[in-house]
């Protein structure tokens, strides 16, 4: 699939990686500090014996992914030539893009699917509404919304039916 | 001798017509699943891993290679006809295959990549057979030590061949899956890691929704979001290129080149199809005669990315038979699979279940035969494949993937779990870190965390059986290797020991 940041040049790559620099160096510092607030030995608590305990492979992973990210930061700021106001605005253009918006559109529908849909109302009907929106949100041709309906109750009553009467999957 | 007897006793087992019908339906599932741009083989396995897990283990092994051959091979379909690879596996077919197809050659291109896929198949199933018992003589061998360099390493090799363009975006991208594999209980002591009290996450997190998470919802998130119509799609027209004898003949040296490429790559950890596919066709423009017509229409071109990627199934099953290490996304979900159904990989497979390494063998024969008979066959429907709209087909896709994450555990909280990687996984696609080194880090990553606390228990915190034990010792080489030849300061560092050399030789020879 197309990267729509294709035509992003590599600075502009480099300045979005600053801040995944910063993000991943926030992490990598939870990841190590939870690992140090672990116990060092479990069952005699021996302190000698710190190679063993539950927080010691957090620890290593915490401590990579801090040197990394600090290599990518200082890569980052490096080849990136500096943030300026300009890139900032940019990007906030970019966020009120079409694209961002139909990003946004079809994980808010996902995510409705998920949390709410199969939660509160049957799975036939919740799969239904699922398929039925995204068909006539993100409709690129000139397909009848009849058609779109009978596509989406076909689709949701075969995977329904068939998943859990042959397949005998129970359905969220 | 013996394994060729296994192999064609297993071979016999297997040719009943029930396996030979659910192998034809799983592969032609696979050839749809992989033609369709926005689903692949590891979405495909990933979705029948739970929905298999009703079968018997037999069946279940049928479909999951069935659709996984299928898939593989039915990339290059959408790759020649609409210029979008349908898996990761067929971009290099893209640069040949969709020339040919706009030349109103599609049939040929069709033709050749169909019988590339089966040739190359068939060479990664002769490399299963011949190599998965040696290596497992090896791994008999090893030690914690041995097994926690194993998976350090097949983090770190993934992430610097599956990055686009840093390295240290692989490795980061593995850290962060090693770091996921931390949540829940660990293996020695049970103690809760990362949960903060939440029942879902005492178990861990189930790879098979974070993988369907890192690799599906970004696919359905792209799809809806860039608005795309369809293009036009040339018809597939009539085949006039060679026939399997005469391709052998004339591009032998091409296809064993490829196939040992394609096995070759695809038993690194994690590395899987796609690289060995890329590194196939750049090393036969490299190699061939008329260089130029790569890019144009080569049926060598063709040949080479399509033997490569299909023998690295069989390249990728290696590691996952003899070190329970996946070779490939595919086959870590395959790993997945094979937990389910009780079978557990590693250098006790042989023990606990002598015959299975020919049974895979002779299964990914048959399925090489299946995919040949039902690929050309598809080939004629495939202009209808293609023209699904992505609007109609991705909404599609999600629901699938619920249903794939959900029915592996009948746990709600799966669905959450693939949600939150399928956010992480589109976030890291767009900052170009790729996915596969993520999922091999929450497979690895409690292999690496127990070995490495075992073997340091073993010896008593001393980091000696790390560089002292052979094997060990080789593989911590190969890491220490992975990492510096990433890094600049090496290849200055080499350039300059270079140019000293050339001024030494230099200056010797105006002496003589």
New interface residues.
């Given amino acids: ?5 294709h035509h992003v040049t590599h600075r502009n ?1 480099r300045k ?2 600053v801040f ?1 620099g910063i993000l ?1 160096l926030a ?1 990598g510092l939870f ?1 190590l500090i ?1 690992g140090l607030r ?2 060092v030995e ?2 005699t608590h021996d302190p ?5 305990g ?5 620890e ?3 401590a ?2 801090i040197l ?2 600090l ?2 930061l200082v ?1 980052g700021i490096r080849e990136s030539g500096g943030i300026t106001r300009q890139d900032i605005l940019r990007a906030f253009a970019f966020l009120k893009s ?3 918006i ?2 946004t ?3 808010a529908l ?2 409705l ?3 709410v849909l ?1 939660a509160f109302i049957p799975y036939t009907a919740a ?1 239904f509404i ?2 039925f929106s ?2 006539i949100i ?4 000139n ?1 009848s919304v009849w058609k ?1 309906l009978l ?1 989406s109750v076909i ?2 009553v075969v ?1 329904a039916y068939g ?1 859990s009467h042959f ?6 | 001798m013996t394994q060729i007897i296994a192999l064609f006793a297993a071979f016999i087992k297997f040719l009943t017509i029930k396996n030979i019908l659910l192998l034809s339906a799983s592969s032609i599932a696979g050839i749809i699943m992989g033609a369709l741009p926005g689903l692949s083989a590891t979405m495909g396995i990933a979705l029948l891993t739970g929905l298999t897990y009703g079968l018997p283990t037999e069946a279940a092994l049928i479909v999951l290679l069935g659709i996984y051959v299928g898939a593989i091979y039915g990339g290059s379909i959408s790759a020649i006809l609409i210029g979008i690879p349908g898996t990761g596996s067929a971009a290099a077919t893209v640069l040949d295959g969709h020339p040919l197809a706009k030349r109103g050659q599609g049939g040929t291109a069709l033709s050749l990549t169909t019988i590339a896929s089966f040739i190359g198949t068939l060479f990664g199933m002769l490399c299963l057979a011949g190599f998965t018992p040696l290596l497992q003589k090896i791994a008999l061998n090893f030690t914690s030590a041995e097994y926690a360099l194993l998976a350090i390493f097949g983090v770190l090799i993934c992430g610097s061949l599956t990055a686009q363009g840093l390295p240290l975006k692989g490795w980061i991208g593995g850290f962060v899956g090693l770091a996921a594999s931390c949540i829940g209980f660990e293996g020695i002591f049970g103690y809760p890691r990362f949960t903060f009290g939440v029942v879902g996450l005492m178990g861990g997190i189930a790879f098979v929704p974070a993988m369907i998470g890192l690799f599906g919802i970004p696919s359905l998130l792209n799809g809806l979001s860039q608005k795309k119509n369809n293009t036009d799609i040339p018809t597939v027209g009539k085949n006039e290129g060679p026939g399997i004898f005469a391709m052998l003949k004339k591009y032998f040296p091409t296809i064993l080149r490829s196939g040992l490429i394609g096995t070759g790559v695809g038993s690194i950890p994690g590395v899987g199809e796609d690289v060995g596919a890329w590194l196939s066709y750049d090393t036969a423009k490299k190699s061939s005669k008329h260089p130029e017509e790569f890019g144009q229409g080569s049926y060598e071109g063709l040949i080479a990315a399509e033997t490569a990627n299909n023998s690295a199934i069989g390249g990728a099953l290696i590691p996952l038979l003899s070190l329970a290490i996946p070779g490939s996304a595919p086959t870590a979900v395959l790993l997945g699979a094979l937990w389910l159904h009780g079978i557990r990989p590693g250098p006790m497979l042989t023990f606990e279940f002598p015959t299975f390494i020919s049974e895979m063998s002779a299964l990914l024969l048959l399925a090489a035969f299946t995919m040949r008979i039902f690929g050309w066959i598809a080939c004629q429907f495939a202009p209808k494949i293609v023209k699904v709209p992505v609007y109609i087909l991705m909404p599609i896709v999600g629901v699938l993937s619920i249903i794939g994450s959900y029915a592996l555990n009948i746990n709600t909280f799966d669905l959450y779990v693939m949600f939150a990687f399928g956010i992480i996984g589109y976030i890291f696609e767009k900052l170009n870190y790729p996915a596969a080194p993520v999922v091999l880090g929450i497979i690895l990553g409690p292999i690496a965390d127990t070995n490495v606390r075992r073997a340091l228990q073993a010896s008593h915190g001393s980091l000696t059986p790390f560089y002292t034990r052979p094997i060990a010792l080789i593989v911590l080489f190969l890491i220490i290797y992975t990492i510096l030849s990433q890094l600049k300061i090496t290849s200055r560092f080499f350039t300059w020991v270079k140019s000293k050399i050339k001024k030494t030789s230099k200056a010797n020879s105006i002496k003589e």
């Fill in positions: 699939m197309e990267n729509p940041l790559i979005i990686d995944s991943l992490f990841v939870s672990m116990p479990t069952l000698n014996k710190w190679y063993i539950p927080g010691f492979f957090p290593i992973i915490g990579g992914l990394q990210s290599v990518l890569i079409n694209i961002v139909r990003f559109i079809a994980l996902l995510a699917y998920i949390f199969l799969t699922y398929l995204n068909m993100f409709k690129t041709d397909k779109l596509i689709c949701s995977v998943f397949a005998r999957i129970p359905l969220p």
